[in-house]
């Protein structure tokens, strides 16, 4: 058989760095201001740090403005919606992301909610979700727009083919298996209530593993020559490892994500990218 093609998410997000920073920099020659992100951080949750400094690291290398929020754990609802309400009648803020998962006693839904869509460069408000799934212009949210962004750099068909999405999260799955519908696949969302999640599997061209459950799709559940996307983000001991069992798989991929260096650098790529279209659109 051929052998396993990479798909490599660093080297394809470098790339879309690369253009977002150069169209800054003709922003910043021809005096036209530069695209802002605000942050906001509720607490001291360490993963959501780690993820914060990055996507604050990678705003500053293509050279937008990033405007960092850090809330104290005990910020009450009220007082995180009038931060959004601020932001979203700030000028030189193109694009609010509010770090998620939020302190147990707020209302996340009704968070989100307050940004304003045209500012939502995260995808997960209502009106964006709602033209994702009506497949009107919306804001796609990060991570599936950064999957099918890698999926198409590579040439990966689509059309035609069966894919199986495990999970159904707001954030990845629900969203992945609507832009993979819209690209003519045919799709199947597994979750935690499916019986015989193999089945189905076994049966896919393309598989999208966002599960949360470290090394869950083995190399036995899956089809020889299928296109293996590997969402998950599980933090053991060893280090970092994905939702798929990368060695037992990687011979019977014909493309597979490594983690890290797939999904995860695409999301943040993403993220710039949604951002540089919020700021373009406020010309229009
Ligand atoms: P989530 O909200 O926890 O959702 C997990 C989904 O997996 C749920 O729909 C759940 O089913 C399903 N599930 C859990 N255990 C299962 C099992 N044993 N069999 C079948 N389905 C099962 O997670 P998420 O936010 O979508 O994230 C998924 C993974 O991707 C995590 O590891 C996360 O860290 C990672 N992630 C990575 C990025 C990135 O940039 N690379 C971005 C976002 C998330 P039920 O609905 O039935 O409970």
């Given at each position: 058989m051929e052998r396993t093609g990479i798909l490599n998410g660093r080297e394809c997000s470098l790339r879309v760095r690369e253009e977002i920073k150069r169209e800054v920099e003709e922003l910043k020659g021809a005096g036209q201001g530069i695209p802002g992100l605000a942050v906001v951080l509720v607490g001291d949750d360490p993963a959501s740090r780690v993820y914060v400094g990055q996507k604050e690291k990678a705003c500053g290398e293509v050279g937008f403005r990033s405007l960092l929020y850090r809330l104290p754990e005990e910020t009450t609802q009220e007082e995180l919606m009038d931060l959004v309400e601020e932001l979203n009648g700030?000028?030189?803020?193109?694009g609010i992301l509010v770090q998620?998962?939020?302190?147990?006693?707020?209302d996340s839904e009704a968070v989100l909610e307050a940004i304003s869509p045209a500012k939502d460069v995260d995808g997960f408000h209502p009106v964006n979700m709602g033209h994702l799934v009506t497949g009107l212009p919306c804001t796609e949210p990060c991570t599936p727009k950064g999957i099918m962004y890698l999926l198409e750099s590579y040439g990966i068909e689509m059309e035609g083919k069966k894919a199986v999405v495990l999970g159904r999260s707001n954030i990845v799955g629900k969203p992945i298996a609507h832009m993979l519908l819209s690209r003519n696949a045919t799709v199947t969302i597994c979750h935690?209530?499916?019986?015989?999640?193999v089945s189905y599997t076994r049966e896919a061209d393309i598989v999208i593993a966002a599960v949360?459950?470290?090394?869950?799709?083995?190399?036995?559940m899956v089809k020889e020559g299928s296109v293996i996307v590997d969402v998950g983000i599980n933090r053991l001991e060893e280090g970092l490892v994905g939702d798929v069992d990368f060695e037992g798989v990687k011979d019977k991929a014909s493309w597979i994500t490594p983690v890290?260096?797939?999904v995860g650098p695409m999301t943040i790529a993403m993220l710039l990218f949604n951002t540089m279209e919020a700021f373009r659109k406020t010309f229009e």
């Amino acid at each position: 058989m051929e052998r396993t093609g990479i798909l490599n998410g660093r080297e394809c997000s470098l790339r879309v760095r690369e253009e977002i920073k150069r169209e800054v920099e003709e922003l910043k020659g021809a005096g036209q201001g530069i695209p802002g992100l605000a942050v906001v951080l509720v607490g001291d949750d360490p993963a959501s740090r780690v993820y914060v400094g990055q996507k604050e690291k990678a705003c500053g290398e293509v050279g937008f403005r990033s405007l960092l929020y850090r809330l104290p754990e005990e910020t009450t609802q009220e007082e995180l919606m009038d931060l959004v309400e601020e932001l979203n009648g700030k000028g030189e803020v193109h694009g609010i992301l509010v770090q998620l998962p939020l302190p147990g006693h707020m209302d996340s839904e009704a968070v989100l909610e307050a940004i304003s869509p045209a500012k939502d460069v995260d995808g997960f408000h209502p009106v964006n979700m709602g033209h994702l799934v009506t497949g009107l212009p919306c804001t796609e949210p990060c991570t599936p727009k950064g999957i099918m962004y890698l999926l198409e750099s590579y040439g990966i068909e689509m059309e035609g083919k069966k894919a199986v999405v495990l999970g159904r999260s707001n954030i990845v799955g629900k969203p992945i298996a609507h832009m993979l519908l819209s690209r003519n696949a045919t799709v199947t969302i597994c979750h935690s209530r499916t019986p015989d999640i193999v089945s189905y599997t076994r049966e896919a061209d393309i598989v999208i593993a966002a599960v949360g459950r470290p090394r869950f799709l083995t190399s036995e559940m899956v089809k020889e020559g299928s296109v293996i996307v590997d969402v998950g983000i599980n933090r053991l001991e060893e280090g970092l490892v994905g939702d798929v069992d990368f060695e037992g798989v990687k011979d019977k991929a014909s493309w597979i994500t490594p983690v890290p260096g797939g999904v995860g650098p695409m999301t943040i790529a993403m993220l710039l990218f949604n951002t540089m279209e919020a700021f373009r659109k406020t010309f229009e």
